[in-house]
């Protein structure tokens, strides 16, 4: 009886601390009853066990093919059973907001008598127990074979002590079988009634591998494990079949229809040290996309031509001590452009037309490629090793169509790639979207302190959270990773065309995991005295639903496994993110997202026709400096549209205010049935606040309607802060309309802002340009694109001796191909114009637009950066 | 601009010649025969190679007439001047860096400027050595012999950026451009009219020209007719004739009028100044001989005519009251006029406006020597033909091709200095200015510079 009533206390307190947990902790305990119990099939050792309940996570049965897994449910299939599953879970946790939980909370607590009993099968291996360094342990037998650490001794001397879980050790059995929860008194094992006293004993019995049944008395509170409870013994595995997953591989048939690169083009990897005599005619040749193997067909023509490459490469290093870097050769009439990257005694060279890439594109490219692969595999060679062919094979044929401007090519790929910087492309958000998005990240990451909401588990956790970052339909919303992890993740996002690549919506759930290389942690800091991380394994966990895709970045801390083992995903971690991203959901911030993709954003745009058609009176009206001698004062200029800047300064504050924190706690944590009601209300309206914004700023930028915007700003700020808010949500919803080129009318046609500190660029969104779409404006865009490559690409060059270039600017005659017959047709002139900035802060920053008025591009810039 | 030239035959793949600039390390012989060996693979594969870079280098191929491969080695531009300390840093990962680095600028400058100089090399070994010759050779060693009488001029290609820092020279600008460089005075007009023609007319030919310091000042009519190329390497031929040699007779092959016909080209040395003076040419036939024009022709032609000739030898391009007319803030330019295959070029004589702004002139002067001004004009060339302009040559292919975007300005502003280069009818500019230039009044002083130059028609 002493002895229940002791248990009984223990319980009480692992439950009173479980209850001190917050929110967070019931959302996801919630989440977590929902996905059922979860079981974290390790591959690790031979040790295995199968779970007597639950049902499993579908993906749990994939294999993990070299180190990576990549799931992907069918929507079609999956649409019926996932779905709802999803809605489950969005409504679920939304009634259950801070209120509900603690009132529900003390009922269990009450009910603490109410034992259950739970049976988990484990397989053991009672020889791994004995071996290596255990061996010290092999008097606790019960920390050895199952993982068990019981750490009350005083009752050591005690009859009929029972066991209880008071430690999971990290990687044991009893853990990973996810079923063994602290708290929890081992009854029986093998229906052998087991005690403090006689289970060392009993397990020095046990001497083969075998499977375990244990019989645990739990004193959970969660309703669903008790239904459970008897014994069902349907396995998993089948289940798992039923749900038709299917594993990510190459759709050969889907991306040949897509399209392939027009003209020769391939990807090779070869090896300079060869023995000659013995060497067979294909020996050098490590690997090879598209292969010419297979077909026992003539080979292609490049790889005919390898030679070159071989060669180039061994001479340039061995007599010039220098590498090749890149080849151009004329085969069939047609350029083709080959890059190559040395490593040691092997060579990686892309090949493509020059109709499809041009020559900084494929130096671009093979950069990309090169740490894409390093990334992935942690050395060129390493990934270049047979077991990889398939999946390398699928990795090139997205990053030759990806990263290629052939028209055929770009039509067919989702807008997002078109801009070659390599940089990741963000959408600026309203602040208080902003904010929520951040938020979510936040609590995603600090998921990893509290591991113990599920049931009571106080085991520490594999991994630690670095940092996570999340894309919505390739645009990055929101990122904590520092701009290398995340230039890492969008570059395999990127190239396996995970960002944006498919038209219809994802209804099922997308998973990745991986263990990756990071790419700064091959470069050792010069400097000493900067902070160096600890060694360990890295992890990617991408987790795509619908159209956003959220990446974590998890790191395995310790050597735990041996580095040819690749843990299977962690359920928990697998769990959490879903639920960030039905979270971000739940309180239709996608709504919100789609709407702001929607709707134009500042700066506005001006459509290239406008000018074109105007030309006539536009040239009389506002001649650009010409041979006059002088130019016409540009200084003057600048000074009336001062108060301008003057404007977007104060409505960049108010943006800030107005995420105020209660709106920002409302919908970051959401949960509940009114919150999401309200929002839901407001955004019909606001959307068509914005439109009618739209239309009152149409494009001639009105300096009345800037003032009284102003005005009523003013008012609000001397009011408390709800008032603020109301005033806020009638009239601050409307940006200030800010032009970002000098002169009377707005000129600008395209721009991109890119931040080199954050690894992020801005650009106008396909809505912005489809509000001012024309063949014009098309064309222009495009040559944008094209050349502000260029300027990048010079701006780049970083030669501390010697000269660098800070701005360069070209100016186009353009001409539309309609009229390019005629001789006295419209024309219009455009810049394109490139700034890097180097302090305060580095930034790049190239916008394209009309010249009619003159523009200092530090002006510019330094508007945009209010603007962003 | 080039670093090596090596010229080998395509079938055999002996070598002809291999210049290399002084100073840097000589190929080795397996080196040349390497890159041979690519270029014939390839072309047995059926591709043709035609350029490679390389952390330190640029290759070009090119094969004339089945017969002769040109490949020709130049920096990589974006070679650091020194080799920089490596701290700290394995192996493999600085030279991951380097390669990353050295892929920034040299990927945006087309290689088509150098396949120019290839084709001015080639062009020069047939002026001198004739294109039966050099093509349809029977003996190698006889072919080896001749074109030893080209080393000069394949070095003057090789040299042209360290030439002027060696005797302050002006800079040529022909092998860039493939234009003729012309000097401009108001004494042009006057010596074409009323002597020059008539001295070539005496001296039997349609062809001659006044060269003052390499520039051309001016020209017969039917001299115009040649087309750039063939103007650009007369010029340089005469240039690279000592300021010592008064008079010559050599023949020459034009490339593309009369490859396989020689002419001969007689130069007379009217005044001597330490750059080459003044000298007149014409292109005539076995008669008269040298002896006799000089005899009889030179005295009567150009001798009432010495002052005036005298008052040629500017130290500038352009007369000085044009120079005036020059914005303050400007370095140097070069004017292209592609229809007529001229260009012109200037530089600011260092503390020529020191009177202005004296205390400005202290500061930077020292730094805008002439031979870095040439470098970076240089530069700036080739950042902007075949970027954004495109190269009169091609210019045929790309009017066909429907591209209605045509560069018609563009402008770099870099640590020490700002360029803009401005297109207007035929004109290309390139101009050079000190960085205290306001950016946004490049625009209009390119466009001044353009309209005083235009103004009196001086090209």
Redesign the interface.
């Known amino acids: 009886m002493a002895d229940a009533s002791a248990q009984q206390n223990r319980a009480f307190l692992y439950t009173q601390m479980q209850r001190n947990r917050g929110l967070k902790a019931a959302r996801q305990f919630a989440l977590e009853e929902y996905e059922g119990s979860d079981n974290s099939d390790d591959s690790y050792s031979d040790s295995e066990y199968t779970t007597s309940s639950g049902d499993s996570n579908p993906w749990e049965g994939e294999d993990l093919n070299a180190g990576e897994l990549l799931y992907e449910d069918e929507p079609e299939v999956d649409s019926d059973k996932e779905v709802p599953k999803l809605n489950e879970h969005r409504e679920d946790p939304s009634d259950e907001n801070v209120k509900t939980y603690k009132n529900a909370r003390p009922k269990p607590l009450t009910a603490t008598g109410t034992s259950s009993l739970k049976v988990v099968e484990v397989r053991v291996n009672a020889a791994l127990s004995y071996s290596g360094r255990q061996i010290s342990l092999s008097h606790n037998l019960l920390a050895s074979m199952l993982g068990i650490v019981m750490v009350d001794t005083s009752g050591k001397g005690k009859k009929n002590e029972k066991v209880v879980v008071d430690l999971l050790i990290p990687g044991g059995v009893a853990l990973r079988s996810g079923q063994i929860n602290l708290g929890d008194v081992l009854i029986a094992i093998n229906d052998v009634c087991v005690t403090a006293r006689n289970i060392e004993k009993f397990l020095k019995s046990i001497i083969r591998p075998m499977v375990l049944k244990i019989t645990l008395q739990t004193f959970s509170d969660k309703p669903m494990l008790q239904n459970k409870l008897p014994f069902q013994s349907k396995p998993p595995s089948v289940t798992a079949r039923e749900c038709e997953v299917k594993v990510l591989n190459p759709h050969p048939g889907r991306l040949k229809q897509l399209y392939s690169l027009p003209g020769p083009h391939g990807v090779f990897f070869l090896t300079l040290n060869l023995r000659s005599e013995t060497a067979s005619e294909d020996d050098d040749l490590l690997y090879s996309y598209p292969h010419s193997g297979l077909l026992h067909e003539t080979p292609s023509?490049l790889s005919?031509?390898r030679?070159?490459f071989v060669?180039?490469a061994d001479?340039?290093k061995q007599?010039?001590s220098?590498?090749?870097?890149?080849?151009?050769?004329?085969?069939?009439g047609q350029?083709?452009h080959c890059a190559y990257?040395?490593?040691?005694t092997e060579v990686f060279v892309i090949c493509v037309p020059d109709v499809a890439y041009s020559?900084?594109q494929?130096?671009?490219t093979v950069?990309a490629a090169?740490r894409l692969l390093n990334i992935m595999y942690g050395s060129l060679l390493s990934a270049f090793q047979p077991e990889n062919k398939h999946r390398l094979d699928q990795i090139f044929q997205h990053l030759l169509l990806v990263n290629s401007s052939a028209v055929e090519v770009t039509k067919k790929l989702p807008a997002s790639t078109s801009y070659k910087i390599p940089s990741v492309r963000k959408l600026k958000l309203p602040t208080d979207l902003q904010g929520n998005v951040d938020a979510a990240l936040a609590e995603l990451e600090a998921s990893d302190f509290d591991d113990g909401t599920k049931a009571v588990n106080f085991t520490r956790r594999l991994y630690t959270v670095r940092g996570s970052c999340i894309f919505y339909d390739g645009y990055l919303l929101a990122n904590h990773l520092p701009e290398e992890d995340l230039y890492d993740v969008f570059l395999y996002c990127y190239n396996s065309g995970l960002l944006g690549i498919r038209e219809k919506e994802r209804s099922g759930l997308l998973l990745n995991w991986r263990e990756v290389f990071c790419w700064k942690n091959?470069?050792?800091s010069?400097e000493k005295n900067i902070y160096k991380e600890p060694s360990g394994r890295y992890f990617w966990l991408i987790i795509g639903l619908k159209r956003s895709i959220l990446c974590v970045l998890l790191k395995l801390n310790g050597n735990l496994f041996p580095s040819s083992h690749t843990p299977r995903p962690d359920s928990n971690y697998v769990n959490y993110a879903k639920a960030a991203l039905m979270n971000l959901d739940s309180c239709n911030f996608y709504d919100y997202v789609q709407q702001r993709l929607s709707t134009i954003s500042t700066p506005y745009l001006v459509p290239a026709g406008d000018y074109l058609s105007k030309q006539s009176s536009f040239f009389k009206s506002n001649k650009p400096?010409?041979?006059?001698?002088?130019?016409p004062g540009?200084g003057f200029k600048l000074n009336f549209n001062s108060p301008l800047k003057l404007k977007s300064a104060t409505s960049d504050s108010d943006d800030g205010r107005r995420a105020s924190p209660s709106r920002l706690s409302q919908s970051s944590a959401g949960k509940s049935p009114v919150a999401s009601n309200a929002v839901e209300a407001q955004t019909p309206k606001s959307s068509v606040k914005r439109l009618f914004r739209e239309k009152s700023f149409s494009s001639q930028g009105s300096s009345e309607s800037m003032g009284s915007g102003k005005t009523t700003k003013r008012k609000g700020t001397n009011l408390g802060m709800e008032n603020v808010q109301n005033a806020l949500t009638t009239v601050g919803d409307e940006h200030c309309y800010t032009q970002l080129t000098a002169g009377n009318e707005n000129s600008l046609f395209c721009y991109l802002d890119l931040d080199p500190l954050r690894g992020v660029f801005i650009t106008p969104t396909e809505f912005d340009l489809s509000a001012v779409d024309s063949e014009s404006h098309q064309?222009?865009v495009t040559?944008f694109k094209k050349?502000a490559l260029?300027l990048h690409?010079?701006m780049?060059?970083?030669?501390p001796?010697?000269?660098?270039?800070?701005?360069?600017?070209?100016?186009?005659?353009?001409?539309?191909?309609k009229h390019?017959q005629k001789k006295n047709s419209p024309y219009l002139?455009y810049w394109i114009v490139g700034r890097a900035m180097r302090s305060p802060v580095e930034k790049e920053f190239y916008v394209c637009f009309h010249n009619s008025a003159?523009?200092?591009?530090v002006e510019l810039a330094f508007k945009s950066g209010f603007e962003f | 601009m080039a670093e090596h030239v090596i010229c080998i035959t395509a079938n055999a793949g002996l070598p002809l010649l291999t210049r290399s600039k002084p100073g840097c390390p000589p190929m080795t012989f397996p080196f040349i025969g390497s890159l041979y060996g690519v270029h014939m693979f390839g072309s047995n594969q059926g591709a043709s190679l035609q350029s490679t870079v390389t952390v330190h280098h640029r290759v070009v191929w090119k094969t004339y007439h089945e017969s002769i491969v040109l490949i020709v080695v130049a920096p990589n531009e974006d070679r650091k001047s020194k080799n920089q300390p490596v701290t700290n840093r394995r192996e493999s990962d600085s030279a991951l860096e380097l390669q990353q680095s050295s892929r920034n600028l040299t990927s945006t400058v087309p290689d088509d400027h150098l396949f120019r100089l290839a084709d001015n090399i080639f062009n020069a070994l047939v002026m001198l050595i004739g294109i039966d010759d050099l093509v349809k050779f029977r003996s190698i060693d006889h072919l080896k012999k001749a074109l030893k009488s080209s080393y000069h001029i394949i070095d003057s290609f090789l040299e042209s950026d360290t030439v002027m820092k060696k005797n302050e020279n002006c800079p040529l600008f022909g092998d860039l451009t493939q234009c003729v460089d012309v000097a401009v005075n108001t004494e042009a007009k006057f010596l074409e009219k009323e002597h020059l023609q008539e001295f070539a007319k005496a001296a039997g030919s349609k062809y001659g020209c006044l060269v003052v310091d390499g520039r051309l000042l001016c020209a017969t009519e039917s001299w115009w007719l040649l087309d750039g190329q063939e103007l650009a390497l007369l010029s340089r031929l005469i240039s690279l004739f000592p300021p010592s040699v008064t008079a010559s007779d050599i023949p020459v092959f034009l490339p593309n009028v009369s490859p396989a016909i020689p002419h001969r080209l007689v130069m007379l040395t009217l005044i001597v100044r330490p750059r080459g003076g003044v000298r007149v040419c014409v292109l005539c036939g076995p008669e008269p001989s040298l002896m006799e024009i000089k005899e009889r022709f030179v005295q009567s032609f150009w001798g009432p005519v010495t002052n005036n000739l005298q008052r040629c030898c500017t130290p500038t391009s352009i007369p000085d009251a044009t120079a005036s007319l020059l914005p303050s803030d400007l370095l140097a330019f070069l004017l292209v006029d592609i229809e007529i295959n001229r260009c012109l070029s200037y530089f600011t004589p260092p503390g020529g406006k020191e009177i202005v702004n004296r205390r400005k002139q202290q500061k930077s002067t020292s730094d805008y020597e002439p031979s870095w001004l040439y470098d970076k004009l240089v530069e700036f060339y080739k950042c902007v033909v075949g970027t954004s302009f495109p190269f009169p040559e091609n210019e045929d292919d790309t009017s066909h091709d429907s591209t209605p975007h045509a560069g018609i300005a563009h402008y770099r502003c870099l640590r020490r200095h700002k360029c803009f280069a401005l297109v207007k009818s035929q004109y290309q500019l390139f101009a050079l200015y000190s960085k205290e230039t306001p950016t946004y009044a490049m625009q209009g002083l390119t466009e001044r510079i353009l309209k005083v130059l235009s103004k009196d028609d001086l090209l």
């Open positions: 023509k005919q031509l030679g070159i060669t180039l001479v340039m007599m010039q220098s590498e090749v870097l890149s080849t151009t050769l004329i085969i069939n350029l083709v990257h040395q490593v040691k020559l900084p494929v130096h671009k950069s090169v091959r470069f050792e010069a400096p010409s041979g006059q001698g002088s130019t540009k064309a222009i040559s050349y260029i690409q010079r780049s060059r970083k030669n001796n010697g000269d660098y270039c800070i701005e360069e600017g070209i100016l186009f005659k353009f001409q539309s191909s390019q002139q003159p523009q200092t591009m």
